[in-house]
């Protein structure tokens, strides 16, 4: 089947129709990517063909969660040959060792703008003083990211927004780290998860969320494709320019159907709504 048959099928399979595209005013909803977490069973399987079918379904990006063993050249010519960019990947926190040193590298060459953290060590996180601690590693991991023509960035989850000693572990790592050298990912679900509202933030500290995971939630906080839930995501994306975004990665952590709901996540989200 060829992709523009693929995405007819998938479409009608999640009874969403042709939609109409978001209008040229709109352009970061023209350029939709997908978080592979969403599909890390397929990708472990076929690196490859799951990628192929995400860019039929429309996606122009991905953000990886892990390579599953394949070399940063024959990922690059994988996405090269499925029409692909890897703005992003998650990257394990080797922060200021020789580990580090080879994520940088490994980067560069799969063609990768940001290398995110996506989370801490519980032991790592007890107290306001380690955020300030993990605030310090992530400014030195930041100017080492950027000596290699890379931007350091860490992902979120709902624990940062519960009060420590009076304060907002979130808002110890925005205060304390270098906005040239540290940006932050900011996942939309998890901020609801943890009481937030984005508009606030965005508010509140502008220019710094260069990226968003987009992933939607009902009422009862349950985890469902975007549109499925109660996250108001036009007067998000309205504000987009204030909050700095540039790439925006769909995600589900747990689908009952990785392409199923890859498909009608993308297919919301470039319906003018």
């Known amino acids: 089947m060829d992709r523009r048959s693929f995405v007819t099928a998938m479409s009608a399979a999640v009874g969403i129709g042709h939609m109409p595209a978001f209008t040229a005013a709109d352009p970061l909803l023209k350029r939709v990517g997908l978080q592979l977490y969403t599909m890390r069973d397929l990708v472990k399987q076929d690196m490859e063909r799951t990628l192929d079918q995400v860019a039929s379904i429309?996606?122009?990006?991905?953000?990886?969660?892990?390579?599953?063993?394949?070399?940063?050249?024959?990922?690059?010519?994988?996405?090269?040959?499925?029409?692909?960019?890897?703005?992003?990947?998650?990257?394990?926190?080797?922060?200021?060792?020789?580990?580090?040193?080879r994520i940088l590298a490994d980067a560069r060459i799969i063609g990768h703008e940001y290398v995110i953290v996506?989370?801490?060590?519980?032991?790592?996180?007890?107290?306001?003083?380690?955020?300030?601690?993990?605030?310090?590693?992530?400014?030195?991991?930041?100017?080492?990211a950027k000596r290699e023509g890379l931007t350091f960035a860490y992902h979120n989850h709902e624990y940062e927004f519960t009060s420590l000693e009076g304060r907002t572990p979130y808002d110890t790592l925005l205060?304390?780290?270098?906005?040239?050298?540290?940006?932050?990912?900011?996942?939309?679900?998890?901020?609801?998860?943890?009481?937030?509202?984005?508009?606030v933030v965005f508010a509140?500290?502008?220019?710094?969320?260069?990226?968003?995971?987009?992933?939607?939630?009902?009422?009862?906080?349950?985890?469902?494709?975007?549109?499925?839930g109660v996250i108001d995501w036009k007067a998000i994306f309205a504000r987009r320019k204030q909050a700095g975004i540039e790439h925006c990665f769909v995600e589900h952590d747990e689908p009952a159907d990785p392409i199923w709901s890859a498909t009608a996540s993308f297919r919301y989200l470039t319906r003018d709504v």
Request: proline share 7%; aromatic share 10%.
């Open 58 to 101: 429309g996606y122009e990006e991905v953000e990886f969660a892990g390579y599953f063993g394949h070399e940063p050249k024959a990922i690059r010519a994988m996405l090269d040959r499925c029409g692909l960019k890897a703005p992003a990947a998650h990257v394990s926190e080797k922060l200021l060792t020789g580990e580090w040193s």
């Open 118 to 144: 996506p989370s801490t060590e519980p032991d790592q996180r007890r107290t306001l003083a380690d955020y300030q601690r993990l605030a310090s590693r992530f400014n030195r991991a930041g100017d080492a």
């Open 175 to 199: 205060d304390e780290t270098d906005p040239k050298l540290v940006k932050f990912e900011l996942d939309l679900y998890w901020l609801r998860a943890g009481g937030l509202d984005p508009l």
């Open 204 to 228: 509140r500290w502008p220019k710094r969320f260069p990226l968003v995971h987009v992933k939607d939630m009902t009422a009862d906080g349950r985890m469902v494709d975007v549109g499925e």
